[in-house]
């Protein structure tokens, strides 16, 4: 009977233990869901399908993990690790095929998704761009194009009516630097350009875009926003990747000027862009009205990239690990992200994205838990309000197909889910913190 008791106290305890914290794990539709017939119209798809095939091994997206079938079994993992969200993304392509064409079952289904976690006790965070679009947007002039910013603005306002009931926590892009830095500054990613005024355009389309949705949203759920004090995380933000870029050698005035004029583009000159509301028209502007154009930043941290004069990426430096895919991993490095983004921008945080490719879970675990410390430390003296590991479940890695794994659940070729280990140890870190509080 005692024992019962105290149980009670301890789980009375833990649920009233900072829970305006949010412990997620993130992933995106088209990495995760499978086409079926619903999203073959994307530039992604023809992407993996051209021939030769861009993609390691010639793997496709086609099945990726079947999310689309699959998402009970990842949330019941979800919620067994401990987690209170899980951030999933809407594939644009599938719920417009056609432009102002919306296919009404594809929405129900991501509705049955979005009931499924909530009834699994997670909340939902729904990115509504995740790198993918429409091939029907993209033959217009994409990002490009005049209309591009209302084109998005339609199909965005048409999903968040349509899921309104059922979440209250929004992405509008995930990472646009990186859409329109590999999409058009180096090329490797659809719509593969190489011209800096289609990547300047881009990104004003995408800033224009980011805002308006952020109106669409404060206006669709008024009551849903933080507020500067208020805590807990709620109402609409964007995630960009934040890394660390360091000169290779501190001292040569070269590389110094390369680190720094990397992490200013890469960085931070789309947040600057995004968050400026003179860029929107004068309605959008009355709705952003007293509240900013995001109610918080995303930071999407992976590792730190040692620069050297002429060439992007340097090697890692000699305490770092090196992950599958050559990134290299400084966990303390997300401390130093929180903070930059905080001193230039006064939002509420997240960690949007944090993890690595790591096949074996060989670093992953100390990686997690190093990590964890950096988010402690941050949180001292930071409004940090939700930490979002990358990724739930091993995925479709873009141009490296499935050779990268990055779950904490391992998928393989038979779709079999198996937590590994660094699973438990985000677990078990998120317990004691539960309990610390
Ligand atoms: C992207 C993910 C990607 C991850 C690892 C992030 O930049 O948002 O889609 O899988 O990095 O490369």
């Excluded at 993609?55 to 690790?81: G, M, Q, S």
């Excluded at 064409?101 to 509705?111: K, N, P, S, T």
């Excluded at 729904?126 to 033959?139: C, D, G, N, R, Y």
């Excluded at 998928?411 to 889910?417: C, H, I, P, S, Y």
Aim: glycine content about 8%.
């Amino acid at each position: 009977m005692r024992a019962c008791y105290t149980q009670s106290v301890l789980v009375v305890l833990f649920l009233v233990a900072d829970p305006t914290f949010v412990w997620g794990a993130a992933a995106s539709a088209h990495q995760t869901e499978g086409l079926w017939g619903k999203g073959e119209a994307s530039d992604w798809h023809a992407f993996e399908h051209a021939s030769p095939s861009p993609i390691a091994n010639a793997e496709t997206a086609d099945v990726a993990v079947d999310f689309w079938h699959r998402y009970e079994e990842d949330f019941a993992i979800a919620r067994r690790l401990g987690l209170d969200s899980v951030r999933i993304s809407i594939a644009w392509e599938k719920v417009e095929p056609a432009p102002g064409v919306f296919d009404e079952e594809v929405i129900a289904h991501y509705r049955r998704i979005v009931v499924a976690m909530r009834a699994a006790g997670l909340r939902p965070m729904i990115a509504l761009h995740h790198f993918t679009h429409p091939s029907w947007f993209v033959a217009r002039g994409g990002w490009t194009a005049e209309g591009s910013a209302a084109w998005f603005f339609r199909y965005a306002a048409h999903v968040t009516f349509a899921l309104r009931d059922l979440c209250e926590l929004w992405i509008t892009f995930n990472e646009p630097s990186v859409l329109v830095n590999l999409g058009f500054v180096k090329g490797d990613y659809p719509p593969n350009a190489r011209s800096i005024p289609a990547a300047v355009q881009a990104s004003l389309n995408l800033a224009r875009a980011h805002q308006a949705v952020a109106a669409w949203i404060h206006r669709l759920q008024p009551e849903k926003g933080p507020g500067k004090n208020s805590r807990g995380l709620f109402g609409v933000g964007l995630v960009n990747s934040l890394q660390l870029y360091t000169p290779a050698r501190a001292w040569h005035p070269l590389d110094r000027l390369f680190a720094w004029t990397i992490d200013a583009l890469a960085n931070w000159s789309y947040l600057h862009l995004a968050l400026r509301t003179e860029l929107v028209g004068e309605d959008a502007r009355a709705i952003i009205g007293a509240r900013t154009a995001s109610d918080w930043i995303g930071v999407n941290y992976y590792g730190r990239f040692n620069v050297r004069a002429g060439r992007v990426r340097g090697v890692c430096a000699p305490d770092d690990a090196v992950a599958d895919n050559g990134w290299c991993i400084y966990p303390d490095g997300l401390e130093t992200m929180l903070k930059e983004t905080a001193a230039r921008f006064s939002l509420p945080l997240i960690v949007g994205e944090n993890g690595l490719a790591d096949a074996a879970d060989r670093l992953r675990p100390e990686v997690i838990r190093r990590s964890l410390a950096a988010l402690d430390r941050s949180k001292q003296t930071l409004d940090v309000r939700g930490y979002y590991h990358w990724s739930l479940t091993d995925n479709f890695e873009w141009l490296h197909g499935y050779k990268y794994r990055f779950g904490l659940v391992s998928v393989g070729r038979d779709l079999q889910r198996w937590v590994r280990p660094s699973g438990e140890v985000y677990a078990e870190e998120i317990r004691k913190r539960r309990l610390s509080d």
